[in-house]
């Protein structure tokens, strides 16, 4: 099987290694002559930077006459639809309807509460000072309380979860299921490396079944086989169904990257904690899994990223996460059809965690490596 | 967790056996129990709920004719066929896309790749640029935008071709199409000779290891020239049915449909981004002293790249661009959310119809792991290929 721990490079996502140009290494040249060298340092160089140069000359203006020159900053669809550009009016009238859908306007507090919980125990969790018991202890009551603001549980009147959008569910969806696969992405890997051979078998059977399947049909089982499958026809939350099935899917790929840091410990470390006479799980719990999920931190970082993204496909059963609320928007008789201004600016709000995060993971990547090496 | 058995296993055909399955035989066997029963449990649900709601389990309905069109297909297709022709249909749209895909984002994201590493500052940024936003918004969204953009193309008798040729409309893109003017029957080997005689040549001249891009290059344009002289002398005109604008539509040339368009535009650049990654990483994996002993051999920019690093970078690339194929041809299934008719989209379709939802789903899990499956192993057996060719330390 392919797997990312044979390949280097695959768990790591941004230019880390210096480039392979020698004559520049170890010299820090000022500004200006590093910008000289690298635009007009060869004849071949400067042929490529005019070159860019003019086909950045006709692409760049028609799209800044378009989203800044000619844009409509307020007004109405009227005025949008008489102006050439960009329709960012469409984008304030509808911001709510963006970031929240359906959900009742009147009760928009909730959601947003939800949202501002969510990104401020996103924010803890970045920090590594925060890595202890607590933080646990700290999601799974901001869960359990995003979910009952959002359904308004202690705080009548309920909202039926078919109301619920936009960036809270893209949000709520993406933590709640990182959240639990990752202690069943940590029983499968280890499972993946026992010594039980039937155990081993069904952890690979699960791990390559999900692999090899695309998510879409992943988001169909949760929609048409998990409906039948539990007793006596109970209509779960289809959600909630889907939660179910992405947590499935996306324990097989954490999996693979919790092997990868199984794999990277030397085998001395087991055989030592054996010695001191620890039994199984004692070793993984003490010794094993501390150091190996210390080295694919960053590299879940960046699944978590890709995850975030995969959440929008919510949108192909129906569910209203937040790109399907922005195509919803445009869907409004009264702003019809500023597909393109919808898209962008979610576009842009994707691009901020997605960007943020993979920032983040570098960062991470290099904080741990000189935790490692201070011991 | 070890691999190392502490207890010596017994000699003999019970020991090995045992061996193999391991130690703590009843936790295995209380596992192995529990999910069965959790499958049965499952199995029986489902049975019950297809009996209650009355649909009859199996796969009889393949046979079944299917009550639906398909928008675009490569093979004909009407209301009426098969359920199980229908798939193929759909099998066929998918992997249409697919291959496609994989070649163009290929070539693109080789192209970007190496225009990354260029050393133009300007150019490099823009490269990092163009892979930080692709790479960081969701393909769906991407999608979205490029059906949104295919709409924005102007209908037919207004749009204004490219170069006299290509038509961009909210139709779908018209380009020409060559056409082989009295084309004999059976004349096929005019085709299939000079197509046969470039197959030997890769081959003999793969097994002398003398095979370079240059020479691929040069048998090819004879292998063409050879084509082109045996259908001019055989009577053939080769021409092209150039699309032309014929009142409210436009005829001739082929068309491929904005969904089309959009999904295979979609797949190519969100993959481009990943390939340029790629290729960058497995370049850059190629250590400095590699380049610095080649330079004291006296080799120049071009010869280093492609005799000493190009080979070296292939070991790392090839397994990472062979999991991005799969990555795309699995997320090629998002054609279901831009009305693209692929696999996916048709077995939703049979499901929703007949009510087999179970066994409709089956079919598609049995079609990606086949294609997952097969990838992996030939992608094991190169990697044992080019482990075999003595890779050393680096």
Same mark, same amino acid.
């Given at each position: 099987?392919?797997?990312?721990?044979?390949?280097?490079?695959?768990?790591?996502?941004?230019?880390?290694?210096?480039?392979?140009?020698?004559?520049?290494? *170890?010299?820090?040249?000022?500004?200006?002559?590093?910008?000289?060298?690298?635009?007009?340092?060869?004849?071949? *160089?400067?042929?490529?930077?005019?070159?860019?140069?003019?086909?950045?000359?006709?692409?760049?203006?028609?799209?800044?006459?378009?989203?800044?020159?000619?844009?409509?900053?307020?007004?109405?669809?009227?005025?949008?639809?008489?102006?050439?550009?960009?329709?960012?009016?469409?984008?304030?009238?509808?911001?709510?309807?963006?970031? $929240?859908?359906?959900?009742?306007?009147?009760?928009?507090?909730?959601?947003?509460?939800?949202?501002?919980?969510?990104?401020?125990?996103?924010?803890?969790?970045?920090?590594?000072? $925060?890595?202890?018991?607590?933080?646990?202890?700290?999601?799974?009551?901001?869960?359990?309380?995003?979910?009952?603001?959002?359904?308004?549980?202690?705080?009548?009147?309920?909202?039926?979860?078919?109301?619920?959008?936009?960036?809270?569910?893209?949000?709520?969806?993406?933590?709640?299921?990182?959240?639990?696969?990752?202690?069943?992405?940590?029983?499968?890997?280890?499972?993946?490396?026992?010594?039980?051979?039937?155990?081993?078998? %069904?952890?690979?059977?699960?791990?390559?079944?999900?692999?090899?399947?695309?998510?879409?049909?992943?988001?169909?089982?949760?929609?048409?086989?998990?409906?039948?499958?539990?007793?006596?026809?109970?209509?779960?939350?289809?959600?909630?169904?889907?939660?179910?099935?992405?947590?499935?899917?996306?324990?097989?790929?954490?999996?693979?990257?919790?092997?990868?840091?199984?794999?990277?410990?030397?085998?001395?470390?087991?055989?030592?904690?054996?010695?001191?006479?620890?039994?199984?799980?004692?070793?993984?719990?003490?010794?094993?899994?501390?150091?190996?999920?210390?080295?694919?931190?960053?590299?879940?970082? *960046?699944?978590?990223?890709?995850?975030?993204?995969?959440?929008?496909?919510?949108?192909?059963?129906?569910?209203?996460?937040?790109? *399907?609320?922005?195509?919803?928007?445009?869907?409004?008789?009264?702003?019809?059809? $500023?597909?393109?201004?919808?898209?962008?600016?979610?576009?842009?709000?994707?691009?901020?965690?997605?960007?943020?995060?993979?920032?983040?993971?570098?960062?991470?990547?290099?904080? %741990?490596?000189?935790?490692?090496?201070?011991? | 967790?070890?691999?190392?058995?502490?207890?010596?296993?017994?000699?003999?055909?019970? @020991?090995?056996?045992?061996?193999?399955?391991?130690?703590?035989?009843?936790?295995?066997?209380?596992?192995? !129990?529990?999910?069965?029963?959790?499958?049965?449990?499952?199995?029986?649900?489902?049975?019950?709920?297809?009996?209650?709601?009355?649909?009859?389990?199996?796969?009889?309905?393949?046979?079944?004719?299917?009550?639906?069109?398909?928008?675009?297909?490569?093979?004909?297709?009407?209301?009426?066929?098969?359920?199980?022709?229908?798939?193929?249909?759909?099998?066929?749209?998918?992997?249409?896309?697919?291959?496609?895909? !994989?070649?163009?984002?290929?070539?693109?994201?080789?192209?970007?790749?190496?225009?990354?590493?260029?050393?133009?500052?300007?150019?490099?940024?823009?490269?990092?640029?163009?892979?930080?936003?692709?790479?960081?918004?969701?393909?769906?969204?991407?999608?979205?935008?490029?059906?949104?953009?295919?709409?924005?193309?102007?209908?037919?008798?207004?749009?204004?071709?490219?170069?006299?040729?290509?038509?961009?409309?909210?139709?779908?893109?018209?380009?020409?199409?060559?056409?082989?003017?009295?084309?004999?029957? @059976?004349?096929?080997?005019?085709?299939?000779?000079?197509?046969?005689?470039?197959?030997?040549?890769?081959?003999?001249?793969?097994?002398?290891?003398?095979?370079?891009?240059?020479?691929?290059?040069?048998?090819?344009?004879? !292998?063409?020239?050879?084509?082109?002289?045996?259908?001019?002398?055989?009577?053939?005109?080769?021409?092209?049915?150039?699309?032309?604008?014929?009142?409210?539509?436009?005829?001739?040339?082929?068309?491929?449909?904005?969904?089309?368009?959009?999904?295979?535009?979609?797949?190519?650049?969100?993959?481009?981004?990943?390939?340029?990654?790629?290729?960058?990483?497995?370049?850059?994996?190629?250590?400095?002293?590699?380049?610095?002993?080649?330079?004291?051999?006296?080799?120049?920019? @071009?010869?280093?790249?492609?005799?000493?690093?190009?080979?070296?970078?292939?070991?790392?690339?090839?397994?990472?661009?062979?999991?991005?194929?799969?990555?795309?041809?699995?997320?090629?299934?998002?054609?279901?959310?831009?009305?693209?008719?692929?696999?996916?989209?048709?077995?939703?379709?049979?499901?929703?119809?007949?009510?087999?939802?179970?066994?409709?789903?089956?079919?598609?899990?049995?079609?990606?792991?086949?294609?997952?499956?097969?990838?992996?192993?030939?992608?094991?057996?190169?990697?044992?290929?080019?482990?075999?060719? @003595?890779?050393?330390?680096?």
């Amino acid at each position: 099987m392919t797997t990312l721990d044979n390949i280097p490079g695959a768990l790591s996502r941004g230019p880390e290694t210096p480039e392979p140009e020698a004559g520049s290494r *170890n010299v820090r040249l000022p500004l200006w002559r590093r910008l000289r060298a690298g635009l007009f340092g060869t004849p071949g *160089n400067t042929a490529i930077t005019l070159a860019t140069l003019l086909a950045l000359a006709w692409t760049v203006p028609p799209f800044l006459r378009w989203a800044v020159i000619d844009a409509t900053w307020s007004g109405t669809s009227e005025e949008c639809a008489a102006a050439a550009g960009a329709c960012w009016a469409f984008v304030a009238a509808k911001f709510r309807f963006i970031s $929240f859908a359906f959900y009742p306007p009147a009760l928009h507090w909730r959601p947003f509460l939800v949202v501002v919980l969510l990104l401020a125990l996103l924010a803890a969790t970045a920090l590594p000072r $925060f890595w202890r018991r607590g933080l646990l202890l700290a999601w799974l009551a901001g869960i359990a309380a995003c979910w009952l603001l959002m359904a308004g549980t202690l705080t009548p009147p309920p909202v039926p979860s078919n109301q619920w959008g936009g960036l809270p569910v893209t949000l709520l969806v993406w933590t709640v299921c990182f959240g639990i696969a990752t202690p069943l992405a940590i029983g499968l890997a280890l499972a993946r490396r026992s010594d039980m051979r039937s155990v081993k078998v %069904l952890a690979i059977a699960f791990i390559e079944l999900m692999r090899a399947i695309p998510m879409v049909a992943i988001l169909y089982v949760a929609m048409l086989i998990l409906p039948m499958a539990v007793p006596d026809g109970q209509l779960i939350d289809k959600t909630i169904r889907a939660m179910v099935m992405i947590t499935l899917f996306w324990s097989a790929y954490l999996a693979e990257v919790v092997r990868a840091g199984l794999q990277a410990i030397p085998p001395g470390q087991d055989e030592a904690a054996m010695a001191l006479g620890l039994g199984y799980w004692r070793r993984m719990q003490l010794v094993i899994l501390p150091q190996a999920l210390r080295t694919v931190v960053p590299a879940m970082v *960046n699944l978590a990223i890709g995850f975030l993204l995969a959440t929008s496909l919510l949108a192909v059963i129906g569910i209203v996460d937040l790109l *399907n609320a922005a195509r919803a928007a445009a869907t409004d008789p009264s702003w019809l059809g $500023f597909y393109d201004e919808a898209y962008l600016f979610v576009a842009a709000i994707y691009f901020a965690f997605c960007f943020g995060g993979s920032r983040y993971s570098m960062w991470l990547e290099r904080y %741990l490596g000189a935790a490692k090496e201070r011991g | 967790m070890s691999e190392t058995g502490l207890t010596p296993a017994a000699p003999g055909p019970a @020991g090995r056996i045992r061996a193999w399955w391991g130690p703590r035989i009843v936790t295995q066997i209380v596992t192995v !129990c529990a999910v069965l029963a959790l499958f049965w449990l499952l199995g029986q649900n489902t049975a019950t709920t297809m009996e209650r709601i009355g649909i009859a389990p199996g796969f009889g309905f393949l046979g079944h004719s299917a009550n639906f069109e398909i928008g675009e297909t490569s093979i004909p297709f009407s209301a009426g066929n098969t359920y199980a022709y229908a798939m193929l249909v759909g099998l066929i749209n998918t992997v249409k896309v697919a291959l496609l895909g !994989c070649i163009l984002t290929t070539i693109l994201g080789v192209t970007i790749g190496i225009a990354g590493l260029s050393g133009n500052l300007l150019l490099a940024g823009l490269v990092r640029g163009y892979i930080e936003i692709v790479r960081n918004t969701p393909l769906l969204l991407q999608l979205f935008f490029w059906v949104s953009l295919t709409k924005a193309f102007p209908p037919p008798r207004q749009a204004a071709p490219l170069f006299d040729a290509v038509f961009l409309t909210n139709r779908g893109v018209f380009f020409p199409a060559p056409i082989f003017d009295g084309m004999p029957d @059976g004349a096929g080997w005019l085709i299939g000779l000079p197509l046969a005689g470039y197959g030997l040549f890769l081959w003999f001249a793969r097994r002398r290891g003398a095979l370079t891009l240059r020479r691929g290059l040069l048998a090819a344009l004879a !292998c063409l020239a050879l084509a082109a002289a045996l259908l001019a002398g055989n009577g053939v005109s080769i021409g092209f049915d150039v699309p032309v604008l014929a009142g409210f539509n436009i005829r001739g040339g082929v068309t491929i449909t904005p969904e089309f368009t959009a999904l295979l535009v979609g797949l190519t650049v969100k993959f481009s981004a990943a390939i340029a990654e790629i290729v960058r990483a497995g370049i850059q994996s190629v250590g400095q002293g590699q380049w610095e002993a080649a330079r004291s051999l006296g080799m120049h920019r @071009g010869q280093i790249m492609r005799l000493i690093v190009i080979p070296q970078a292939l070991r790392v690339i090839t397994p990472l661009i062979t999991s991005s194929y799969l990555d795309l041809t699995k997320d090629s299934s998002l054609a279901v959310a831009i009305g693209y008719p692929d696999l996916v989209s048709v077995i939703n379709t049979t499901a929703n119809t007949t009510g087999q939802a179970f066994e409709a789903l089956i079919i598609l899990i049995g079609v990606f792991v086949t294609i997952n499956l097969s990838v992996s192993y030939a992608m094991n057996v190169y990697n044992r290929r080019v482990a075999l060719r @003595g890779s050393g330390p680096r």
